[in-house]
């Protein structure tokens, strides 16, 4: 069984959609053990307290040095004993550090279809106002692995999900969450804990 750590720092749909894949059995291998988020005031801390998983706070600015934070989220992630990593909303850039001590163990979501809308400042609502302002009529969202390249790792997941008439960044969100993110990151999350993702210069097979 692997230990499954979600870092989160807002409103936590990405979390509770993994937390509701635990309940139906789609991620039988894996546990979710842990939700450690970057706000304290993050509604995600709700979400897994709601559901009996112990939760924890680090937060970037009670660190001076961005290496000192770093080397304490890693030291933090380790004395949880993380198998796997996801970041389901997290809106903290990780440092070398942690994501050596966890390479290919650490799962993002993002919600475009990545290379579009991504890299630094492509977070949240902004990736789809982007989306919109260039006219795109497909956008979707991309569960893969991270690497130092900003949303540059490995893909695992990607679904698409079409643009319609009259869409705000918001409207936008909302339907790649419900028909993307939601959907692909759990199955990720499945596939991981079944040792059915394989990396391979810099990219993945998916063992069916
Ligand atoms: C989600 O849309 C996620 O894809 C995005 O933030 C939102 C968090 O929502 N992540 C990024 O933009 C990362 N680059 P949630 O807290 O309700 O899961």
Redesign the pocket.
Same mark, same amino acid.
């Given at each position: 069984m692997k230990n499954i750590v979600v870092l *989160?720092?807002?409103?936590?749909?990405?979390?509770q959609a993994l937390i509701d894949a635990q309940h139906r059995g789609e991620i039988a291998a894996g546990k979710i053990t842990c939700v450690i988020s970057s706000n304290p005031n993050a509604y995600?801390l709700t979400r897994a307290k709601d559901n009996g998983i112990e939760t924890d706070v680090i937060r970037r600015r009670d660190f001076e040095a961005f290496d000192d934070y770093d080397a304490a989220l890693t030291a933090l992630l380790q004395s949880k004993n993380a198998d796997l990593v996801v970041l389901?909303?997290f809106m903290t850039i990780l440092g070398k550090r942690v994501i050596r001590a966890f390479e290919n163990r650490i799962i993002?979501?993002?919600?475009a279809l990545i290379p579009s809308f991504c890299g630094e400042g492509?977070?949240?609502l902004r *990736?789809h106002e982007e989306a919109l302002k260039k006219g795109v009529k497909v956008t979707g969202?991309t569960a893969h692995f991270v690497n130092e390249i900003c949303?540059g790792g490995p893909i695992i997941l990607q679904k698409a999900v079409d643009i319609q008439n009259g869409d705000t960044p918001e409207i936008l969100?909302k339907r790649v969450?419900e028909q993307a993110?939601w959907k692909i990151l759990p199955r990720a999350v499945a596939l991981f804990c079944e040792d059915k993702i394989i990396v391979k210069d810099g990219k993945t097979e998916i063992i069916e």
């Open positions: *989160v720092s807002g409103g936590g749909t990405n979390l995600a389901a909303g993002n979501i993002h919600p492509y977070y949240g *990736v969202a949303d969100q969450m993110e």
